[in-house]
């Protein structure tokens, strides 16, 4: 471990301890001598007072292999919904940095459909591109045809996915639906 000379703006002299872990150094700590001017304007000119702050993120970094400190500030739920209260053995799973493409696609169902052969059809023509399929509405009408609606996902973890290309895959997803599930498409 090490401290090193750093600033703070509310403290000087100010410090930061480190500790070698993993071929680099992380800091855990820092820490410092609170200035004159914010102990006067509290009334208490002829005190000292320390301020320490605690790394927890850089410890959480190190404990769930998260590799940039900015994840913690995210409302992304494909971060947050990886861990819970009281579970210490997880590690982070990546995920990508590139933006979704969503597609709708809505069908009339028969007695045969299942969400799981809708998946394996979708997943089956795009692959690892296929982030979620998801039911995001589901309607009967007055004859008791009931249709559904299922928002699809495509996410690449390597790069930005275009129109046409998903426009293509979604396509085949629907033509495939079509023919191996038996829905009529809407």
Known sequence: MRWIDTY??????SFELEIYFQEKWLEVLGCGVMEREILKRSGKPEN?????????ERLAM???DIPDIRLFWSTDERFTSQFSKG?????FKPFSKFPPCYKDMSFWLNDSFT????????RGIGGD???EVRLIDNFTNKKGMTSQ???IVYRSMERNLTDEEINDLQSKVREEAEHKLNVVLR
């Open 129 to 131: 591109l296929v982030e």
């Open 149 to 151: 609606c299922y928002r």
């Open 87 to 91: 579970q210490l053995g997880v590690k």
């Open 48 to 56: 000292y007072a320390w301020a320490f702050g605690l790394g927890l």
């Open 115 to 122: 969400e799981n052969n809708l998946c394996e059809v979708v």
């Open 8 to 13: 703070f703006p509310f403290t000087s002299p």
């Open 62 to 64: 190190v404990l769930f």
